[in-house]
């Protein structure tokens, strides 16, 4: 698996990278063999959060079991787990990051972002102003922020994150007209969530169903770019043609799935001329 620095940083990760949001509710024995097969696959890259149920916790005594080695980022700020406090306070940030060291059996965060606050909650300084205290005694190696359109550009603009977490796929392009720019010159490492839009693609009563007239623009390119057989495998790869997006994350609990999607990363980037098309369609939600 293709492997690339996050932005300025010495974070070396898989282009393909794991979103761990379902690993919370699935049984330790299937989410073992998961990360074991992640490893086979070289996926190395996992993103989790602290109220993304247990999931955590089971990464965390999978890694104990000496699963292997992975780059892990979390996210932190949300109220969970029977919290008390103001969501991106001091207190609260600082609590979630002691409460994912522990979880994850770690010494320290390879990577922590600030979970989809708002340009205003930025702009008041204490939850960046946390994290940041947390980087600089040891306990977070690298900062990030995860959100969309004018609070990801606040976030870019205040020269302080190391990476950002943006919504972007073949369904979801808003972010190739200011965000994805800023934070390429901005010298930010990018990860990109959702990059197979949910699997919107593939229900027959979609609007975007692959079948449909959706794509009638593109599907004679799609189709003569052989890009078209396996909707999914585009979608990924979509996602991946962009250098600006260092890792796509995408979720499962099933290795057989992981498998699959792996498949897909390594199929490669859409010719540039095909990318064009799609970026002319710019789908809406």
């Not at 073992?32 to 989790?48: A, K, N, P, Q, Y």
């Not at 939850?127 to 990801?152: F, H, I, M, P, Q």
């Not at 959702?194 to 189709?223: C, F, K, M």
């Amino acid at each position: 698996m293709e492997v690339a620095r996050l932005g300025s940083t010495d974070l070396e990760i898989s282009r393909h990278g794991f979103g761990a949001a379902r690993v919370g509710s699935a049984p330790l024995g299937r989410t073992e063999s998961l990360l074991r097969s992640l490893l086979d696959l070289g996926i190395t890259f996992i993103d989790t959060a602290d109220c993304y149920a247990r999931s955590e916790e089971i990464i965390g005594r999978c890694l104990a079991d000496g699963i292997g080695e992975f780059v892990i980022a979390t996210k932190c700020g949300c109220i969970t787990g029977g919290e008390r406090g103001e969501a991106y306070s001091r207190p609260i940030i600082e609590r979630s990051i002691d409460r994912s060291l522990q979880r994850l059996g770690l010494e320290r965060l390879d990577l922590v972002f600030l979970h989809t606050c708002s340009a205003e909650i930025l702009r008041a300084g204490e939850a960046a102003e946390a994290l940041l205290r947390a980087r600089d005694a040891g306990k977070v190696r690298c900062t990030g922020y995860s959100g969309d359109g004018e609070d990801a550009m606040e976030a870019i603009s205040m020269g302080i994150f190391d990476a950002l977490q943006v919504t972007f796929s073949i369904l979801s392009q808003d972010a190739l007209d200011e965000v994805l720019p800023a934070a390429e010159a901005a010298g930010m490492g990018v990860v990109a969530k959702r990059p197979i839009a949910n699997a919107r693609l593939l229900p027959e009563d979609s609007p975007q169903y692959h079948g449909g007239p959706y794509w009638d623009r593109v599907r004679s390119q799609l189709t003569g770019e052989g890009a078209w057989d396996d909707p999914l495998e585009c979608a990924l790869r979509f996602t991946l043609s962009h250098p600006v997006i260092t890792s796509a994350i995408v979720g499962t609990t099933d290795p057989a799935h992981a498998r699959e999607n792996a498949r897909r990363a390594q199929a490669g980037p859409l010719s540039p001329r095909l990318l064009e098309a799609l970026h002319q369609l710019r789908p809406g939600d």
